[in-house]
């Protein structure tokens, strides 16, 4: 127990002391345990190997203290510097110094993505202006890097509805729907077909290296006359700036004209080689700032130098490994789009076939159904034949029917027609007959009138013949009294008349008897 105690004591004693430490790329985040005494580069060492980066002289740490962006001294011990108090110690992994031709110096694809990264970020939060024209071009490559080839039907409408492509100045700038960017951005990603993803990063990098304010760290300043400007140191040199332009600088010394720099409290002052010109004094409101623009001018010059010096053996290596893997990159990439230019002709042709046996199997189905159909239209028509033999049966049937109808009708329009003729005959005969009853009623009725006149004559007379009977009676014999009546038969009353007007006077009563006697 003892000695297992002690070896436990031992191994306490032998371990280093370490500190939590999280590191913050642009696309992860790592956690690290660091030994109490190890400095700066140290760390930076372990985040590289981390990383597989090997052009580390472009990276750097940076943390915030007091609310201002600081870079971790190489050769400082870590604890020692004036870091955050947290656990664990949060640090940024960012480019510190930007190159002046990216597609020159960026041999490492990492090296290139990361920096594709952060100048993506610089733009979008509008630390680096870019016009609206240009964001929409460097969008459409940082779609292609994200998304690879635009596939219309994968990539439909409101795909890239999640992603910032965008500074919100530019989309503040125009009244467009996020619909009408999208298709705006869509119309140059297109275009982009058949590049991989590190070629779309490097273009995008080639266009914003263009930009005025790529890579350009501005510091406020005041000049002996305590005009407020900015300070700006990239890879180029130093310039400065009108507090409100930072895209045109009032003066600038390119780094191989810079013969010194130098810092006194808070003055920074800048010597030109040429011992003529005139030495540019500058001042910060805090000594930190001196500091900090010294160490960027630093790196900056030494890059500056290193660039124009003839590369070292490990930079020698490194681009010829850089060749040879884009050279690799570029036959995999061919080799890669062939195949799948195959695979898509492949695809082509094997829906072209299956459009192809659709439509085959389509046209065997609309045949059978048209065979079906057929044979149905056999069936209703041989049910036809037989109903139109039977129909044509009775058509014929009634035919013969109709023919003999036909002929009793013209039996019957005969015999009609002898009737006719003889019932317009009888007419005729009946209209003749109705004439001669009508003359003969005229004569009748004329006749009746003379019979009626013959009749009131004969009335007249024989009252006439009664009144001289009477008359004569009187005056044969003479009486006293009224005669009340009297006998005119024959032989009843003796009277003395003469036989002729006894024979006349009979004929004429008998005739008159004879005009009112009724005829048949």
């Known amino acids: 127990v003892r000695y297992a105690i002690t070896c436990r004591d031992r191994l306490k004693k032998t371990q280093p002391k ?11 985040e790592m956690e690290f345990s660091c030994e109490m005494k190890w400095k ?14 090997r052009e580390t002289w472009f990276f750097g740490l940076q943390y915030t203290i007091k609310g201002m962006s600081t870079w971790l001294k190489m050769d400082k011990k870590v604890l020692d510097q004036e870091i955050p108090k947290e656990d664990p110690v949060s640090f940024r992994f960012l480019a510190k110094f930007y190159p002046e031709k990216v597609e020159e110096e960026l041999l490492q694809e990492i090296t290139q993505h990361l920096f594709f990264l952060q100048v993506k970020k610089q733009i979008l939060d509008e630390e680096i202006y870019c016009s609206p024209e240009a964001t929409v071009l460097l969008a459409s490559y940082a779609v292609q890097a994200k998304y690879g080839d635009y596939d219309p039907n994968f990539h439909e409408p409101g795909f890239l509805a999640q992603d ?18 999208e298709e705006k951005i869509s119309a140059w990603y297109a275009e982009h077909r058949g590049i991989a993803r590190d070629e779309a990063e490097m273009n995008y990098l080639k266009i914003a290296q263009d930009l005025e304010m790529y890579g350009v760290n501005y510091f406020p300043i005041q000049n002996k006359s305590d005009t407020d400007l900015l300070l700006g140191v990239d890879a ?13 600088p009032n003066k600038s010394f390119e780094w191989s004209g810079i013969r010194n720099i130098s810092y006194s409290e808070k003055e920074l002052t800048i010597k030109p080689l040429d011992k003529k010109a005139e030495v540019f004094k500058f001042f910060s409101s805090q000594l930190k700032v001196n500091k900090l623009i010294l160490q960027l001018c630093i790196g900056n010059h030494d890059l500056f130098m290193r660039r124009r010096k003839v590369d070292s053996i490990e930079i020698q290596q490194m681009k010829a490994q850089a060749r040879e893997e884009k050279a690799r990159k570029k036959m995999e990439n061919q080799r890669l789009a062939r195949e799948k230019q195959l ?13 192809r046996l659709f439509q085959l199997e389509d046209e065997a189905r609309q045949a059978n159904e048209a065979l079906l159909r057929s044979q149905e239209t056999a069936e209703l028509l041989a049910e036809k034949a037989q109903i139109a033999e039977e129909e044509a049966k009775l058509l014929a049937q009634n035919a013969a029917e109709a023919e003999q109808e036909r002929q009793r009708l013209e039996m019957a329009a005969l015999k009609t027609k002898e009737e006719k003729r003889l019932m317009e005959q009888k007419m005729r005969e ?7 009853l009508v003359k003969e009623s005229d004569r009748r009725a004329k006749e009746a009138e003379r019979l009626k006149q013959d009749l009131h004559e004969a009335r007249e007379a024989e009252r006439k013949a009664k009144q001289k009977l009477l008359d004569v009676t009187r005056l044969k014999y003479p009486v006293s009294y009224p005669v009340r009546d009297v006998n ?6 003796k009277m003395d008349l003469k036989d002729v007007d006894l024979k006349r006077l009979s004929f004429e009563i008998e005739r008159e008897r004879y005009r ?3 005829k048949m």
């Open 343 to 355: 695979r898509e002709e492949a695809e082509r042709a094997k829906e072209e076939l299956e459009r």
């Open 40 to 53: 700066g580069k140290d760390l930076f060492d372990l985040v590289c190997r981390a990383l597989g980066l």
């Open 488 to 493: 005119f038969d024959k032989g009843s009353v």
């Open 164 to 181: 910032e492509l965008l500074p919100k100045r530019v989309l503040r700038q125009y009244q467009m729907t996020a619909d009408m960017w």
């Open 516 to 518: 009112n006697t009724p």
């Open 236 to 248: 180029k040199g130093i310039h400065v700036y009108s507090i409100n332009n930072r895209f045109s």
């Open 430 to 436: 009946a209209e003749l007959i109705a004439v001669k």
């Open 18 to 28: 370490t500190f939590k430490v999280k590191v913050i790329t642009m696309d992860a």
